[in-house]
């Protein structure tokens, strides 16, 4: 299976910050990486397919990057509403696999 | 609009069996894999499996192989996830999960047609004696 490694596990913005989460491959995974947005006692929402694509009503502030193994998911000025624990998913190969996610709070 | 709505709380012994509905709405029920997905309290997502609604025709993680069982009912749109031999690690919210394009457009092989747009509020299954 493949493996999916985050940095970091939690971090803490200020509104205004550039947030960025680091997803990692443990094999080359092309560009076939998800992320997602869960917040507390919610399911998680589809934020990103193909590691760039955003989807629909997802606000521009949020971007995703990366091919390979290396991935970035960036948010341009956080809001109070973006506090959750991000996802990443690669659709790669099966089974489907997650990294353990990052939490992101704001200070 | 796309609704999927899961079956409420359970507790259950060591041992015991679980089964969990998924009802479905809002869409061509047949034309769109739904997985299975879990979160243990405090943890990440863990894949468990995948069925084709049209076919029947089923996928599950290595780790769940002879005791995870999916199913589906056509005539209410319903997918079922049972998992039986259920021990205190099995602790967790689970979730059904609609991948969101139709897998007539999907080329790649089924089980990675993974794209979940579209999920269940989850069901706690606790599993205590």
């Known amino acids: 299976d493949i493996q999916m490694t985050q940095s970091p596990s939690s971090l803490s913005a200020s509104a205004g910050d550039r947030v960025t989460i680091n997803c990692r491959a443990s094999q080359s995974i092309s560009h076939y990486l998800n992320w997602y947005q869960q917040k507390p006692g919610r399911a998680p929402k589809l934020l990103i397919v193909?590691?760039?694509e955003l989807q629909a009503e997802v606000p521009s502030r949020f971007s995703g990057s990366g091919s390979g193994t290396s991935f970035t998911l960036t948010i341009t000025s956080p809001q109070a509403e973006d506090v959750a624990t991000y996802y990443c998913q690669q659709t790669y190969s099966a089974p489907t696999t997650f990294g353990g996610g990052t939490k992101v709070e704001l200070k | 609009q796309v609704h999927l709505v899961q079956s409420g709380a359970d507790v259950k012994k060591p041992g015991a069996s679980v089964k969990i509905s998924c009802k479905t709405s809002?869409?061509?029920?047949?034309?769109?894999?739904i997985h299975w997905v879990r979160q243990a309290p405090g943890h990440g997502l863990e894949w468990m499996g995948i069925i084709n609604p049209s076919s029947g025709i089923t996928s599950y993680a290595q780790k769940f192989q002879g005791r995870l069982r999916v199913t589906r009912d056509t005539s209410t749109t319903t997918v079922y996830m049972d998992l039986s031999s259920l021990r205190s690690d099995d602790t967790a919210v689970y979730y059904c999960?609609?991948?969101?394009?139709?897998?007539?457009?999907?080329?790649?092989?089924?089980?990675?047609?993974?794209?979940?747009?579209?999920w269940g509020q989850g069901s706690l299954v606790t599993v205590s004696s």
């Open positions: 809002g869409y061509s029920f047949s034309s769109h894999y």
């Open positions: 193909s590691a760039s």
């Open positions: 999960a609609r991948v969101g394009t139709p897998y007539t457009f999907f080329s790649g092989y089924w089980v990675t047609s993974a794209d979940l747009e579209d």
